[in-house]
């Protein structure tokens, strides 16, 4: 019958020693090992008839290990539940106590096992002498409306409508560097990447506005994103949110693809 001793080696830590005998895992290898000759596939035998000898010859050793490692690992974690020990390290075997542990399928016998555990330190807190702040949120309209905005976005229906019609619609863009009048600037940045249409200037959304995939409109940077939308894209392509001078850039961008959110009923059964 297994066996496990606790020593205290540290402030916060433990050794366990476990101890099982043979009789503590040898059936179990045996009902293994036979199990394995059942479904054993080896040139020269028909499957389930190779004789259990050879399979002990050829898989012995690593059937018996795992099955004595899997007895210690039983044993060490029904000890730690029923002592309801405060782990908070899972056991660490202690290589110096193992270190000559030698496992032979030809000379089953009783084994030792050592392991190092962390233990939780006790914790005391008199709730009545902490002071805490507590703050209070003044949640405006324009906060709740913020919010449901992002919850119909998050839970619309997506489709992949022909052309863009809303300010809803999400689109898949390719950015590549030009000048004002559309040629493209050799070894200039390209970044494939997605808006929302709304997330884009009025006066760049009339012009995307019913444009289908392919469309290419040569853009100024600052002109067609403004404030954060501006700072996201100059990020996305490679520049520092805060350059003035790439934020003057001309891009072409074109239009991959158009998808659009058709958002939920805000009623009862959605919330």
Known sequence: MATITRENIGKLNDKLVVKITKDDYYK???TGLKAYAKNANIPGFRKGMVPSGLIKKMYGQSILTDEIFKTVDQEISKYINDEKLPVLVQPIPVEDDNKDLKIDVNAPQDYSFSFEVG??????????KIKVTRYVVDVTDAMVAEEIDKLEMR??????????SGDDDVLNIELKESDKE?????????KATSVLLKNVTAKTRKKLDGQKKDFKLVVKLSDAFDGKDLENVLAQLGFETDDKEAAKKYFELKVLKVGAIERPTMDEEFF
């Not at 233990?119 to 009545?128: N, R």
């Not at 559309?182 to 390209?190: A, D, I, K, S």
């Open 155 to 164: 839970h619309g229906k997506y489709s992949e409508p022909e052309a863009i």
């Open 182 to 190: 559309g040629n493209l600037v050799e070894e200039g940045v390209t």
């Open 119 to 128: 233990l939780e330190p006790e914790v005391k807190v008199d709730p009545k």
């Open 28 to 30: 179990n290898f045996e």
